[in-house]
């Protein structure tokens, strides 16, 4: 005995009207919150009195946005004249004015500097059960010794084929020391060469890395290419 086949839908026929509503919030009421208390979904949620699902929910749905706000520099009539002059310069004149193209930059050397702390005061280890844990000191935690590095970069080349010929990096320069122990201890005697940390940079330290350092690193590092062309050392101010 055969059994007959029944096509059955079984779809709830409620496309649009059904299932649990949505919370609305007043978004005007959001707006008017201070900045200051927008900083996290918790804050913003205290200050209009409302539970944090509703405010990630609009988060999600795209009715509230997440933004990152840099501080930025003021500026003046003559810095924004200035930034305007630089850019100028970095277009090639033959190009003005009807098809304005940017130079190459391949002869431009980018420098910076940036401070770092010489170790933080937490660090987390993975270590084996039976490992002995490390020791660390220090003079004091509040005032953890500092290093400046001066990095110094160009543009990568890359051939025909689009292999690399040369990468860009000239080098990373710490601003240290080498002196003299003045006294003998149980690690070195008096006399051995102690690396030391610059904790003071000048304008006179910098121009001294940029001659005894950066200089020579262009011209061992540099493309063969560039051995008679003006080479500019740009310093990100």
Not at 16 to 31: S, V
Request: charged share 30%.
């Amino acid at each position: 005995m055969s059994i007959p086949l029944f096509l059955v839908v079984v779809s709830h026929r409620k496309t649009k009207n059904c299932g649990r509503k949505r919370i609305q919030i007043d978004l005007e009421q959001f707006r008017k919150i201070p900045l200051r208390q927008r900083t996290t979904v918790r804050a913003a949620t205290n200050a209009m009195k409302v539970s944090p699902s509703l405010i990630y929910s609009n988060f999600r749905y795209g009715n509230i946005r997440r933004h990152t706000n840099p501080l930025k520099p003021v500026l003046t009539d003559e810095n924004k004249k200035a930034r305007v002059q630089f850019c100028l310069s970095m277009l090639e004149e033959d190009s003005l004015p009807h098809d304005p193209t940017f130079k190459s930059m391949e002869n431009v050397i980018h420098i910076d500097e940036k401070w770092f702390n010489m170790t933080r005061k937490n660090e987390k280890y993975y270590l084996f059960p039976n490992e002995e844990d490390p020791y660390r000191t220090c003079k004091s935690k509040n005032f953890v010794t500092k290093v400046m590095f001066l990095a110094a970069i160009a543009r990568p080349r890359f051939d025909v084929e689009g292999k690399e010929i040369f990468s860009g990096k000239i080098g990373i320069f710490p601003f240290i020391t080498k002196l003299p122990a003045k006294r003998s201890s149980v690690n070195r005697v008096a006399g051995t060469m102690e690396t030391k940390v610059m904790t003071s940079v000048k304008r006179e330290t910098v121009r001294s890395v940029l001659i005894n350092n950066v200089v020579p690193a262009i011209l061992e590092k540099g493309p063969r290419e560039d051995a008679n062309s003006i080479i500019y050392i740009q310093q990100d101010i």
